[in-house]
T-cell receptor, first 113, second 112 residues
Framework: NAGVMQNPRHLVRRRGQEARLRCSPMKGHSHVYWYRQLPEEGLKFMVYLQKENIIDESGMPKERFSAEFPKEGPSILRIQQVVRGDSAAYFC???????????FGPGTRLTVT | GESVGLHLPTLSVQEGDNSIINCAYSNSASDYFIWYKQESGKGPQFIIDIRSNMDKRQGQRVTVLLNKTVKHLSLQIAATQPGDSAVYFCAETENTGNQFYFGTGTSLTVIP
């Protein structure tokens, strides 16, 4: 059973470009969570999704950031018009239900130049 | 967000010794806690969890202790090995399935 997969692992974007981060949850998991981690800091919650629904986006910046988890395919975290402050590691986690532990992917490290 | 902090940012232990990593939280309504291990360049890895109706839970070489009175959580690693070197995060949530609040992390270094 493959774990949570994220791609790309590393992403470099110039200021003003768009970044699209993908997350494929573990098989059988329908709950996806996105977190952001700055260097030497803990993970900060961004958004929680179930298939086709955003359940909690209280940690998501109001502008430029969006997330989706379509019926088919991976969850996508989209950052429009990236700025240097968006440089961070973005982790996706999945769980089989709205309880218990979340399983994390390896992360996407976004660098904005 | 809620405050989840760690007492010590770094910890060095001799191989074979026991390690204790501490974590304080501020939300008295938190009812589920997890310890994660994060190695360099990797995502957090689940170690052990505990619910608020428990004081102690043991796993393989790890024990988590929960003191709800002082809102303190600890992770004990027995016979620490070089492979245990990593950053350890505690995370807590009030409503399972929603967001977890993570502490800053403690960097554990095991000295051979």
């Amino acid at each position: 059973n493959a774990g949570v997969m994220q791609n790309p692992r590393h992403l470099v974007r110039r200021r003003g470009q768009e970044a699209r981060l993908r997350c494929s949850p573990m098989k059988g998991h329908s709950h996806v969570y996105w977190y952001r981690q700055l260097p030497e800091e803990g993970l900060k919650f961004m958004v929680y999704l179930q298939k086709e629904n955003i359940i909690d986006e209280s940690g998501m910046p109001k502008e430029r950031f969006s997330a989706e988890f379509p019926k088919e395919g991976p969850s996508i975290l989209r950052i429009q018009q990236v700025v240097r402050g968006d440089s961070a590691a973005y982790f996706c986690a999945s769980s089989p239900s709205a309880s218990l532990e979340q399983y994390f992917g390896p992360g996407t490290r976004l660098t904005v130049t | 967000g809620e405050s989840v902090g760690l007492h010590l940012p770094t910890l060095s232990v001799q191989e074979g010794d026991n390690s204790i990593i501490n974590c304080a939280y501020s939300n008295s309504a938190s009812d589920y806690f997890i310890w994660y291990k994060q190695e360099s360049g990797k995502g957090p890895q689940f170690i052990i969890d505990i619910r608020s109706n428990m004081d102690k839970r043991q796993g393989q070489r790890v024990t988590v202790l929960l003191n709800k009175t002082v809102k303190h959580l600890s992770l004990q690693i027995a016979a620490t090995q070089p492979g245990d070197s990593a950053v350890y995060f505690c995370a807590e949530t009030e409503n399972t399935g929603n967001q977890f609040y993570f502490g800053t992390g403690t960097s554990l270094t095991v000295i051979p």
